[in-house]
């Protein structure tokens, strides 16, 4: 059994930023120090609610969760941003009819550097949505960094992006796209960068085998959980940037419970900051390293997924 290792997490409020709590609650290797919520693909209060009713639901001890008030500068399109009042409106959440999970009145960089500063030897952060509120952490407390151990982010994409908006070239990921100038901001940081692109994510699409396999196993309280959230989510797999969805952010959290999951390789890049390729990354000789995720195991990654869930 590896150690137990300190984590806080940063995520959007979409379905997989969700289930990516959920999956962290179960780990037995991972205690969470706390949680945050950015309103970019999701929205603030039912992501908020949604966070402290998994945590009530599956979890076994109380991570604080935290409100973020960062705003970004490219907004999520408001279908995909809806999926957040689904999760929280599912039954499962709202049996007991109470939220007892403890909410932060620190705005989520605030709450971050308090939970960095005040948890015994370095944390691991995990963020599943933009990079802003690590940004302004970095800005107004930089001595946090001392206190990183790394970052694990999903964002970015070096073969293409999956931006389709008006005034902008469509080689970004959203997640850099929502807010380039911190992601740039953070590059300029030292901490470690282990980065799931969406090349890294390319094996595991959401498809109908996994649907089906949630369906047959449903008799868990906690395989049913996933089956549901994901139906939000339409198997429309003809329209590629708009709903094909991947499990880009579950990918990266269980990158952290089982290391062994991922392949990763050291490129260099960098980040655009702004103009019609705003949020791109690009691999460049100069740039800063991270540890890309170049491959994975599909068969081991839904296996995992499915015994993390069953346990709960
Ligand atoms: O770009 C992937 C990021 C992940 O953090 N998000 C969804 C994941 O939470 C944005 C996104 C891209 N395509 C989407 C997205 C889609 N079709 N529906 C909802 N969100
Ligand atoms: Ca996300």
Redesign the pocket.
């Known amino acids: 059994m590896s150690q137990i290792q300190s984590v806080y997490f940063n995520h959007?409020a979409?379905?997989?930023?969700l289930v990516s709590l959920f999956m962290l609650l179960q780990m037995e290797n991972v205690r969470l120090t706390g949680v945050s919520v950015i309103p970019a693909?999701g929205y603030l209060e039912p992501g908020a609610d949604a966070s402290r009713k998994i945590i009530d639901r599956f979890g076994t001890y109380a991570p604080e969760t935290a409100k973020s008030n960062s705003r970004g500068k490219n907004p999520?399109p408001p279908a995909?941003r809806m999926?957040t009042f689904y999760v929280d409106a599912l039954p499962i959440l709202n049996e007991s009819g109470t939220m007892e999970a403890p909410l932060s009145d620190l705005p989520a960089h605030r709450h971050m550097i308090r939970q960095l500063l005040a948890t015994e030897g370095k944390t691991t952060l995990l963020f599943?949505?933009p990079l802003t509120d690590l940004a302004r952490a970095l800005d107004e407390a930089p001595e946090i960094e001392d206190k990183i151990e790394k970052l694990v982010w999903?964002?970015g994409g070096f073969e293409r992006g999956?931006v389709d908006e008006p005034e902008h070239d469509g080689t970004a990921?959203?997640?850099v796209f929502w807010d380039p100038e911190a992601a740039h901001r953070v590059w300029q940081s030292g901490i470690e960068i282990d980065l799931v692109a969406?090349e890294s994510t390319i094996k595991v699409p959401l498809d109908l085998k996994i649907r089906k396999r949630w369906a047959s196993e449903r008799r868990y309280e906690g395989v049913d959980f996933l089956g549901n959230c994901y139906a939000c989510?339409p198997p429309l797999v003809h329209m590629e940037?708009?709903?094909?969805?991947?499990f880009?952010?579950v990918l990266t959290t269980l990158s952290i419970g089982k290391p062994e999951l991922v392949s990763k390789k050291t490129i260099n890049c960098i980040v655009i900051p702004d103009g019609p390729s705003q949020g791109r990354t690009v691999e460049q000789a100069d740039g800063r390293p991270v540890n890309l995720v170049y491959d994975t195991d599909p068969q081991a990654f839904s296996d995992y997924m499915i015994a993390l869930a069953q346990q709960a």
Do not use: Q
């Open positions: 959007d979409g379905v997989d930023d693909d999520f995909w999926h599943t949505g999903m964002g999956n990921e959203w997640n969406l989510c940037n708009n709903s094909t969805y991947y880009w952010d």
